[in-house]
């Protein structure tokens, strides 16, 4: 049986590496920027019935592993059991070998089960049980791994519609002390050509106590929703954009372009990206007064398996990176809010890792005095956030900004035991700086490369964000 895959020096590869991660990056809190966690969940401190519930429950990252293992849908998202499901996934982990998903899964049974042990088929049945056992004790909830994995603050995705009961129910609760705060993401606002935009104008018009009509009523609900989130502690916004966008149009235009949207008629992609061009700008405005940053997940193509969209829905495992063109959009949007004054902090992602130099040289003719770091490359998101996806990354951002004002890692996860990700995450950042100071390409300053990675480790999130 083997044992001990993750040692306390896992993937440090130098004697720097080592002290920047012991000594000054492994015990530093969590800010957990962007993730996908559920605040009911939080709120009423959920258990979980067992392993398979908490750990395979909406990860769609292991859901395309064990499809790719040929493994039949009904032991991922259907009809057979919990067991047979943890069963499977453990039967496609000797074929991860490589992959992150390898990492992330014994640093997760290591971590919050105290299992040294290899996932294998041959260690399945003893893993299944003892983590069960340990699911049925009072720590092992929602919030029980929230604090055992040292965070300070964690901020949710929510629709601007969403009441944020939960959130206030956290807040009231002084017996937690972590922060839980909203993250306003509006896309079903913004994405006019989408199925059930009309519906949802409706929906949105009754959470701001507007009749919404007009464009002009459509913006006053969105303000009006945008300050309630700032009341209630959200900082952060969030927008999904399958490329970058700027299309010029005027209000008559747009006004146009809406009703026919609320009547049900088809709007092309070209009003759809002048619509949504607008609204982004008018939003950017808005957050640009309250002092928020926006991020930008850009070059996303989603849903691209018809046939199981049909049965499955979105957010299954059936989106890819995109390749359309998006530099001089980008340029022209950042420009068009920056030209008058308006330009929030702002995060830029990628899912295509060629993007990284674009992104770095576009965010540094925008930075402003109003917080170092202004404009953001953000971190590796989703397929990229492995080792060889986090360096470029890194690289990229060193080679061409200030990398030393980067805010660091963020889960983005659904899964409550994905708080190794930030370890993972120090663990690259420390042996990339440590490797740089083996070669002697900067200052083997220990006091200065571990408050480096401190601050990109949590002090430039708590700063940059303001939480």
Same mark, same amino acid.
């Given at each position: 049986?083997?044992?001990?895959?993750?040692?306390?020096?896992?993937?440090?590869?130098?004697?720097?590496?080592?002290?920047?991660?012991?000594?000054?990056?492994?015990?530093?809190?969590?800010?957990?920027? $962007?993730?996908?966690?559920?605040?009911?969940?939080?709120?009423?401190?959920?258990?979980?019935?067992?392993?398979?519930?908490?750990?395979?429950?909406?990860?769609?990252?292991?859901?395309?592993?064990?499809?790719?293992?040929?493994?039949?849908?009904?032991?991922?998202?259907?009809?057979?059991?919990?067991?047979?499901?943890?069963?499977?996934?453990?039967?496609?982990?000797?074929?991860?070998?490589?992959?992150?998903?390898?990492?992330?899964?014994?640093?997760?049974?290591?971590?919050?089960?105290?299992?040294?042990?290899?996932?294998?088929?041959?260690?399945?049945?003893?893993?299944?049980?003892?983590?069960?056992?340990?699911?049925?004790?009072?720590?092992?909830?929602?919030?029980?791994?929230?604090?055992?994995?040292?965070?300070?603050?964690?901020?949710?995705?929510?629709?601007?519609?969403?009441?944020?009961?939960?959130?206030?129910?956290?807040?009231?609760?002084?017996?937690?002390?972590?922060?839980?705060?909203?993250?306003?993401?509006?896309?079903?606002?913004?994405?006019?050509?989408?199925? %059930?935009?009309?519906?949802?104008?409706?929906?949105?018009?009754?959470?701001?106590?507007?009749?919404?009509?007009?464009?002009?009523?459509?913006?006053?609900?969105?303000?009006?929703?945008?300050?309630?989130?700032?009341?209630?502690?959200?900082?952060?916004?969030?927008?999904?954009?399958?490329?970058?966008?700027?299309? #010029?149009?005027?209000?008559?235009?747009? #006004?146009?372009?809406?009703?026919?949207? +609320?009547?049900? #008629?088809?709007?092309?992609?070209?009003?759809?990206?002048?619509?949504?061009?607008?609204?982004?700008?008018?939003?950017?405005?808005?957050?640009?007064?309250?002092?928020?940053?926006?991020?930008? $997940?850009?070059?996303?193509?989603?849903?691209?398996?018809?046939?199981?969209?049909?049965?499955?829905?979105?957010?299954? %495992?059936?989106?890819?990176?995109?390749?359309?063109?998006?530099?001089?959009?980008?340029?022209?949007?950042?420009?068009?809010?920056?030209?008058?004054?308006?330009?929030?902090?702002?995060?830029?992602?990628?899912?295509?890792?060629?993007?990284?130099?674009?992104?770095?040289?576009?965010? %540094?003719?925008? +930075?402003? &005095?109003?917080?170092?770091?202004?404009?953001?490359?953000?971190?590796?998101?989703?397929?990229? &956030? $492995?080792?060889?996806?986090?360096?470029?990354?890194?690289?990229?951002?060193?080679?061409? %900004?200030?990398?030393?004002?980067?805010?660091?890692?963020?889960?983005?996860?659904?899964?409550?035991?994905?708080?190794?990700? $930030?370890?993972?995450?120090?663990?690259?950042?420390?042996?990339?700086?440590?490797?740089?100071?083996?070669?002697?390409?900067?200052?083997?300053?220990?006091?200065?490369?571990?408050?480096?990675?401190?601050?990109?480790?949590?002090?430039?999130?708590?700063?940059?964000?303001?939480?």
């Amino acid at each position: 049986m083997s044992r001990f895959f993750i040692d306390e020096n896992f993937m440090l590869q130098n004697e720097t590496a080592r002290i920047l991660y012991h000594d000054y990056a492994k015990n530093m809190p969590i800010i957990d920027y $962007h993730c996908h966690l559920s605040p009911k969940d939080i709120a009423e401190n959920k258990k979980f019935k067992n392993i398979t519930e908490v750990w395979l429950g909406g990860d769609h990252y292991k859901w395309r592993a064990i499809r790719s293992n040929g493994i039949n849908e009904k032991y991922i998202t259907g009809s057979s059991t919990d067991k047979e499901k943890f069963m499977k996934w453990a039967e496609t982990m000797p074929y991860l070998l490589g992959n992150p998903l390898y990492h992330w899964t014994h640093l997760e049974l290591k971590r919050y089960f105290g299992i040294d042990e290899v996932l294998s088929p041959e260690t399945a049945e003893e893993i299944w049980e003892k983590c069960n056992s340990l699911l049925k004790t009072e720590d092992f909830s929602a919030r029980g791994f929230i604090l055992r994995s040292n965070v300070e603050a964690l901020c949710t995705t929510d629709d601007p519609a969403y009441t944020l009961e939960y959130h206030k129910s956290i807040k009231n609760d002084r017996s937690f002390p972590v922060k839980v705060l909203p993250t306003l993401r509006p896309d079903k606002a913004l994405n006019i050509n989408s199925e %059930g935009f009309a519906e949802y104008i409706q929906l949105l018009g009754k959470a701001a106590n507007i009749s919404i009509s007009s464009m002009a009523d459509l913006k006053k609900a969105l303000t009006d929703r945008v300050e309630y989130f700032h009341e209630n502690g959200c900082r952060i916004s969030d927008h999904a954009l399958e490329y970058a966008i700027y299309q #010029e149009d005027d209000e008559k235009e747009l #006004e146009r372009i809406f009703k026919n949207a +609320q009547n049900g #008629e088809a709007v092309s992609q070209t009003e759809a990206d002048k619509y949504k061009t607008h609204m982004l700008a008018f939003l950017g405005r808005e957050y640009a007064k309250r002092g928020w940053a926006m991020q930008l $997940h850009m070059k996303t193509i989603r849903n691209n398996n018809t046939r199981m969209f049909k049965i499955l829905g979105p957010d299954t %495992g059936y989106d890819a990176m995109g390749d359309a063109p998006q530099a001089k959009a980008l340029a022209q949007f950042l420009d068009a809010l920056d030209s008058t004054g308006e330009l929030p902090k702002v995060i830029l992602y990628s899912l295509n890792p060629a993007d990284d130099d674009i992104l770095a040289t576009i965010m %540094g003719c925008f +930075q402003g &005095d109003e917080v170092p770091g202004k404009i953001q490359l953000g971190s590796a998101w989703w397929f990229n &956030d $492995h080792k060889a996806g986090m360096e470029k990354q890194m690289i990229a951002l060193a080679n061409l %900004g200030l990398f030393r004002r980067f805010v660091g890692m963020l889960t983005d996860s659904r899964s409550f035991l994905s708080y190794t990700r $930030h370890e993972y995450f120090r663990r690259i950042l420390c042996n990339l700086v440590g490797r740089w100071a083996e070669n002697g390409e900067v200052p083997k300053d220990m006091d200065l490369l571990g408050r480096m990675v401190q601050e990109i480790s949590y002090y430039n999130a708590k700063n940059y964000f303001g939480l």
